[in-house]
C-alpha cells in the first residue's frame, strides 16, 4: 500500500532519515508546523508504516569490519522448501548484514563483513559454504565505498 505524501510529509521523512534523534520541537520547527501537528504526521507515517523504525548508523569500520565482501550464491534446488531453508540458516549467520533474492544466473547476493580476509576465509568455508544447497559460491571484495546506503530517496 502507498500512502499520498504532502510536500510537508517529504520533509518530515527526508529530515528524519538525516537525523532520526531530532525532537518533536526541533522536527516542528525545521517543517514550519506547530509541535502537535508535526507529531501527528510522524505518527500517521509511523502507522502507515512508511517509517518502519529507527536506528543509529553504525561504522562498520570504527568496530573492527574491515572486510566488505558482496557473495553471489547459486542453489541447487529452487523450491520453497529449500529457498526458506538457506534463507533461515543465512539469517543466523551475523556477519551476513544483508541477503537479497535475486534474478539472474545467481539465486542470491548476500553482504557480508568481517575482521580480515583471514576471518572472511574461515567464515566462507565454516559458515557460508555450508549453507544449505550452496552449488555456487563468488566473494566480490569491496575495494572502495564510493556511497553507502543511508536512506532511499524521497519521491516527489
Known amino acids: 500500500m502507498q500512502i499520498d505524501l504532502d510536500r510537508i510529509d517529504r520533509l518530515v521523512l527526508r529530515e528524519l532519515q538525516l537525523n532520526g534523534r531530532l525532537t518533536s520541537t526541533e522536527l516542528a ?11 501527528r504526521r510522524v505518527r500517521r507515517l509511523e502507522e502507515a508504516g512508511v517509517i518502519a523504525g529507527y536506528q543509529a548508523r553504525l561504522d562498520r569500520r570504527a568496530l573492527g569490519w574491515g572486510v566488505l565482501v558482496f557473495v553471489t550464491i547459486s542453489i541447487d534446488s529452487q523450491d520453497e522448501a529449500h529457498s526458506m531453508q538457506f534463507e533461515q540458516s543465512v539469517k543466523d549467520i551475523p556477519e551476513v548484514i544483508a ?31 555450508r549453507l544449505p544447497g550452496v552449488k555456487m559460491l563468488r566473494s566480490s571484495f569491496a575495494m572502495q565505498e564510493v556511497k553507502a546506503a543511508i536512506g532511499v ?3 516527489e
Open 99 to 129: 541477503c537479497y533474492g535475486v534474478s539472474g544466473p545467481e539465486d542470491f547476493i548476500l553482504l557480508v563483513v568481517a575482521q580480515d580476509l583471514e576471518r572472511y576465509s574461515t567464515l566462507m568455508q565454516h559458515k557460508l559454504r
Open 153 to 155: 530517496p524521497i519521491p
Open 29 to 39: 520547527e525545521l517543517t514550519h508546523l506547530s509541535q502537535s501537528p508535526s507529531w
